[in-house]
């Protein structure tokens, strides 16, 4: 099964995503803009993974994330992957505890690892939620520039999903497991 563990948002912060994003969809028909529905924040990437594995992957992202303290987030901006000016993907940023959203990231994909999940991208997490993707580079400079200011409201990530992806004509997303950042909270810093 071709798995994934993430962030799903709650559904205000992404209708809030949905508005700001609606005036910008039409002027660029050359994007392949994502369903709203799937929308998510990939933290560790695991690419096909034996059912077998799946018991001992529970119990290793479990304790990950209850090792990690609930954090506020918040959409802002726009960006692009690999550039804006030959972008394959046009995302938007999370603002928050970034070097916790990182470790935390880390923390899944140790787990997943020693459960025999080897993660397919193992480049360190520049959190952000993909919005578009282009088969070949497009440049989006201008669309990247007119969503700097946007600023979405905050939300608590207090949970991580694994996610199992059933590809085909359409993309379709199955929560299969749940697990709490349940580490008491801390001063606050990095």
Same mark, same amino acid.
């Given at each position: @099964?071709?798995?994934?563990?993430?962030?799903?948002? !709650?559904?205000?912060?992404? *209708?809030?995503?949905?508005?700001?994003?609606?005036?910008?969809?039409?002027?660029?028909?050359?994007?392949?803009?994502?369903?709203?529905?799937?929308?998510?924040?990939?933290?560790?990437?695991?690419?096909? #993974? !034996?059912?077998?594995?799946? %018991?001992?992957?529970?119990?290793?992202?479990?304790?990950? $994330?209850?090792?990690?303290?609930? @954090?506020?987030?918040?959409? $802002?901006?726009?960006?692009?992957?690999?550039?804006?000016?030959?972008?394959?993907?046009?995302?938007?940023?999370?603002?928050?505890?970034?070097?916790?959203? +990182?470790?935390?990231? *880390?923390?899944?994909?140790?787990?997943?690892?020693?459960?025999?999940a080897e993660q397919t991208d193992?480049?360190?997490?520049r959190p952000h939620l993909s919005? &578009?993707?282009?088969?070949?580079? +497009?440049? #989006?400079?201008?669309?990247?520039? &007119?969503?700097?200011?946007?600023?979405?409201?905050?939300?608590?990530?207090?949970? #991580?999903?694994?996610?199992?992806?059933?590809?085909?004509?359409?993309?379709?997303?199955?929560? +299969?497991?749940?697990? %709490?950042?349940?580490?008491?909270?801390? *001063?606050?810093? *990095?």
């Amino acid at each position: @099964m071709r798995l994934f563990v993430g962030l799903l948002p !709650p559904r205000q912060a992404l *209708d809030e995503l949905a508005r700001a994003l609606e005036p910008h969809r039409a002027a660029w028909p050359e994007l392949r803009w994502l369903n709203a529905v799937n929308w998510h924040v990939t933290l560790s990437f695991l690419g096909e #993974v !034996p059912e077998a594995a799946l %018991p001992g992957l529970h119990v290793r992202l479990a304790r990950a $994330a209850s090792r990690h303290e609930p @954090m506020t987030l918040s959409f $802002a901006g726009g960006g692009a992957f690999p550039s804006a000016r030959r972008a394959r993907v046009f995302w938007t940023g999370l603002r928050g505890p970034e070097l916790r959203l +990182v470790r935390l990231a *880390d923390s899944l994909g140790a787990g997943a690892r020693r459960a025999g999940a080897e993660q397919t991208d193992r480049r360190r997490l520049r959190p952000h939620l993909s919005l &578009a993707r282009a088969r070949s580079g +497009v440049d #989006v400079q201008d669309l990247v520039d &007119a969503f700097a200011a946007f600023a979405g409201s905050s939300w608590e990530a207090d949970t #991580v999903h694994l996610v199992r992806s059933h590809l085909g004509a359409t993309v379709r997303y199955e929560k +299969v497991g749940d697990y %709490p950042l349940a580490a008491p909270a801390s *001063d606050g810093r *990095d």
